[in-house]
């Protein structure tokens, strides 16, 4: 039976009861996988800026539609964030897989004002997911088990296996885009928007999860704040997930430039990406038993000494090297990052202002893409490719480093448990 207490910084309890038997938590793990899976599968990737090339829109245009999603989902963060705590984070993903559906049928006539409504709507859709889907993971995960150690050994094994699915989702997906590209262009985005109409069905079969009863967004926003403040390694970790994604993701699709500078072929950078994908499944799914192993702080350095040493790896000219850093370290730690990072957030953020504090953290992310984007297109032009990775490399192990160790250490030995406790408190 569901319990809720109200009060200013308290969010919903609910209580493990519900979902006592196999069956039922069975049902519950396979309606979240059905909505993790339908909305990871995004057949518009591969194909959708060579559509766009083909109907006229030059390379700048295309960077300036990407960087309109970035910052339209960076303006609704925050905003979406607290609609999810207040009024239901199942309600917030339903709103996002209505607002992708809708933003892959306007890119199927790509007029131009249209594919700008269109990647408007994509960018508000991604904000309306932002902090609503793990915080809800979060409350299925406590609805599940008993006991708060438990419920954080679970969580972690949840996240991994959540990014475990979204990476078959889209490996599988990508491919499938390309193929049916071929047989019609526009079949990639129809396809997408019914299946993220399709993942609405799935969410229906979920408990609604609220961060608090009340009905007032800005002292909602302000008690958030408040906890992140109060918390200074929650403050370290939130500004290093998003700057670490962001550029993570923007060497993700500039590298694949270089290594055809490198000298290899067409197919021969298809194969990397499959193997980096193969070697991203499998670092993902050893983040819960590092998580339970390694102090939070050891975990913490081992990542950012492989990114660094990746990216060094990545700048000299040996193709053998550079793949090894590429694959091995930066990939291999990126993806652990993700559900490793994700983890930490979650129990050290308030339950009832779970959605808006891990708004924060895809804002930051955004405002990093906005930024990082734009910049590294730029440093690519002015400086080789090397360069460009040596200096990523040097703010990797030496500003991020510093900054995330000195702020960890600063924050003093306190356990996991404790801080979340701390954070809760009205």
């Not at 990939?331 to 129990?347: D, M």
């Amino acid at each position: 039976m569901e319990k809720r207490i109200e009060g200013e910084g308290e969010g919903q309890k609910a209580q493990p009861s519900r979902a006592s038997s196999r069956g039922a938590r069975l049902r519950l793990l396979l309606a979240y996988d059905g909505y993790n899976l339908a909305t990871n599968a995004t057949l518009s990737s591969a194909v959708w800026m060579i559509y766009l090339a083909r109907h006229g829109y030059s390379p700048l245009a295309i960077g300036l539609l990407e960087m309109t999603l970035h910052v339209t989902k960076l303006c609704a963060e925050i905003p979406t964030g607290i609609y999810a705590d207040l009024l239901g984070r199942r309600r917030s993903l339903l709103v996002y897989c209505g607002l992708s559906a809708a933003a892959m049928l306007g890119l199927a006539w790509p007029l131009g004002p249209l594919v700008v409504l269109s990647f408007m709507l994509w960018g508000l859709a991604f904000a309306f997911r932002g902090g609503a889907e793990e915080a809800l993971l979060w409350g299925l995960a406590r609805r599940l088990v008993t006991g708060e150690g438990q419920q954080q050994r679970y969580f972690r094994r949840l996240i991994s296996r959540m990014y475990l699915l979204a990476l078959v989702a889209e490996a599988a997906s990508t491919s499938l885009g390309g193929l049916l590209g071929q047989v019609q262009e526009v079949l990639p985005f129809l396809v997408q928007a019914a299946l993220a109409l399709l993942g609405m069905l799935p969410l229906l079969a979920l408990p609604e999860e609220r961060g608090s009863s009340q009905r007032q967004p800005l002292r909602h926003l302000l008690q958030g704040l408040r906890a992140v403040r109060s918390d200074r390694v929650l403050v370290a970790l939130l500004a290093l997930a998003g700057l670490v994604e962001g550029c993570g993701l923007t060497i993700y699709y500039y590298h694949q430039l270089y290594l055809v500078g490198l000298g290899l072929t067409l197919a021969q950078v298809g194969l990397v990406i499959a193997a980096s994908q193969v070697i991203s499944f499998g670092c993902t799914a050893l983040a819960p038993a590092l998580l339970a192993r390694l102090r939070q702080s050891h975990l913490l350095v081992g990542l950012l000494v492989a990114l660094a040493g990746g990216l060094l790896l990545m700048s000299l000219p040996l193709v053998p090297l550079s793949l090894a850093g590429f694959l091995v370290l930066f990939q291999g730690a990126y993806a652990l990052w993700q559900p490793v990072v994700s983890t930490w957030l979650n129990e050290r953020s308030p339950e009832a202002q779970r959605a808006t504090v891990l708004s924060l953290q895809t804002g930051l992310f955004s405002a990093a893409m906005v930024t990082l984007f734009p910049l590294f297109g730029l440093g690519v032009g002015e400086m080789s490719y090397r360069s460009l990775y040596r200096a990523l490399a040097l703010l990797a192990s030496g500003g991020l480093l510093l900054a995330g160790l000195g702020s960890l250490l600063w924050g003093g030995q306190r356990g996991l448990r404790g801080s979340q406790k701390q954070s809760e408190q009205p």
